[in-house]
């Protein structure tokens, strides 16, 4: 017997009455908040877009509910850094994961003008500013892949180059913080626009997307953006304009991050040692890093089999995730046959994966990768979250913002699955919050089932 969208709404509501007591609609949270919008204009945090982050006052927010004060945090999705560096900021020690190249150099760049000489750094963007030593320089090619190449008009692109040979002729942190500052303005000066699963491309582009030309609008020159993102850099570049806010604590805290997936490093740290855990993992919705950040990724050096290699030890959150068989060998026995008894007697994700299986043999879906990629995601995560159980103190919080999704018109509870993992691993569920507008189907989906809204959920779980 075939499953039906029906068998799965009465699944999910057998599981939402389960938490219903934790559910709640929490008002003071909104979509800017729980975003990257917030920090559009917070100093340090503006200088580069990852849109994909939530901002620093959600993370004042929740230190603020949890009355965390010290110890050492961990986000083992660390994206641009927000969690580490706005809890530095209240003297709390962090440590945090980040595999995608991109997020990684946001971060250290961050580190590295918060501990270098900020008069030193602000003598060098200034010195640029006034000479432009680019303007004379030879161009050096920029090192394009498959999927960027033709992203600027042709003189943005020399200018570009000649910027990054300048970049060259520097010394250390100079160096690093002037190629940074060329990171930030790639998507301003180029023909793309990021757009969750790919990079969208303007009409004037010589590539053609879909029946409907896209028109970006203004594409900035390289002279303009380079000179914007520079002075901008060097406004905030001051002491105490970038963490003012609790100009009261006594000492900042210690960031560290560490470059490599989290599924590779959390089963090498020790148990009982982090007194909180506040992340943002990777959504479940088909969204792939590697190609909307693939011009950064392209400056950074990335090249074609890196970029295969990294999409693949990502959290499976794309159709083109296999599955990682070398998993066990990573976390311990107990570790790992815990999470798998728990992703596979969840009986609500099975029954949606079975449908699911069931719309692709029935070629129903837009994508046979879809429930695979489901699979692949929960049981990761599963993993992650045995894992925190592990490296969390008693009575320590993990937070978690995440999206519930829908495919083939399954709408799939990710809180509340999770939820479940996390009871299963020792935790707690605290709360779980809902933010009061929730998230609309995909233009895919938008004509079969409407506007109908999913969940966008904070969950709090207490150790």
């Not at 965390?68 to 994206?79: Q, V």
């Not at 990502?314 to 068989?325: A, P, Q």
């Not at 007697?345 to 949606?352: A, F, K, V």
């Not at 129903?364 to 429930?371: E, H, S, T, V």
């Amino acid at each position: 017997m075939l499953q039906t969208i029906e068998n799965i709404d009465t699944v999910n509501a057998e599981l939402e009455a389960r938490f219903a007591r934790h559910l709640s609609v929490n008002s003071r949270l909104n979509r800017q908040l729980v975003s990257f919008q917030a920090n559009k204009k917070q100093p340090g945090y503006r200088w580069f877009k990852y849109k994909e982050g939530f901002s620093e006052a959600l993370v004042h927010y929740l230190l603020d509910h949890l009355r965390i004060e010290s110890g050492l945090i961990l986000d083992p999705f660390a994206g641009s850094g927000t969690t580490l560096f706005a809890a530095r900021e209240r003297g709390i020690n962090t440590f945090g994961i980040e595999l995608l190249p991109v997020g990684y150099e946001v971060i250290e760049v961050r580190k590295l003008t918060l501990e270098q000489n900020v008069e030193s750094l602000r003598q060098a963007i200034d010195r640029w500013l006034s000479t432009r030593p680019y303007q004379q320089s030879k161009a050096k090619s920029f090192p394009h892949l498959r999927i960027t190449s033709g992203a600027f008009p042709d003189e943005t692109q020399c200018q570009l180059e000649q910027y990054l040979a300048a970049v060259e002729t520097e010394t250390q942190p100079y160096a690093r913080l002037l190629r940074f500052a060329a990171m930030c303005v790639l998507e301003e000066i180029s023909y793309t626009r990021k757009d969750g699963q790919y990079l969208r491309w303007d009409y004037r582009s010589e590539r053609r997307q879909g029946s409907r030309p896209f028109d970006k609008g203004t594409i900035l020159s390289f002279e303009t953006a380079i000179q914007a993102k520079l002075e901008e850099i060097y406004a905030d570049l001051q002491p105490n304009r970038m963490f003012d806010l609790f100009s009261s604590v006594s000492a900042t805290g210690e960031v560290t991050v560490e470059q490599a997936s989290c599924l590779n490093v959390l089963p090498t740290l020790d148990a009982q040692s982090f007194d909180g855990l506040i992340t943002s993992p990777p959504y479940c919705n088909r969204y792939d890093y590697t190609r909307t950040y693939a011009l950064e990724l392209a400056l950074l050096g990335v090249d074609e089999p890196s970029i295969r290699q990294l999409r693949q030890a990502m959290l499976s959150c794309t159709v083109e995730n296999r599955e990682k068989t070398e998993l066990n060998t990573h976390f311990s026995d107990h570790v790992f046959q815990r999470a798998s008894t728990a992703f596979e007697g969840q009986y609500q994700l099975q029954t949606i994966l079975n449908y699911l299986e069931e719309q692709k043999q029935l070629k129903n879906l837009n994508n046979p990768g879809i429930p695979r990629m489901i699979k692949n995601y929960f049981f990761e995560m599963a993993l992650v979250i045995f894992e925190s159980a592990r490296l969390l103190k008693p009575n320590a919080p993990l937070v978690m913002v995440n999206d519930n999704v829908r495919y083939g018109g399954a709408a799939i509870p990710v809180d509340l699955i999770l939820s479940d993992f996390a009871e299963q691993a020792g935790f707690d569920v605290e709360a779980i919050w809902v933010l009061p507008t929730g998230k609309g189907n995909s233009s895919q989906q938008m004509g079969l089932h409407g506007r109908e809204e999913l969940r966008k959920s904070i969950y709090i779980w207490r150790r």
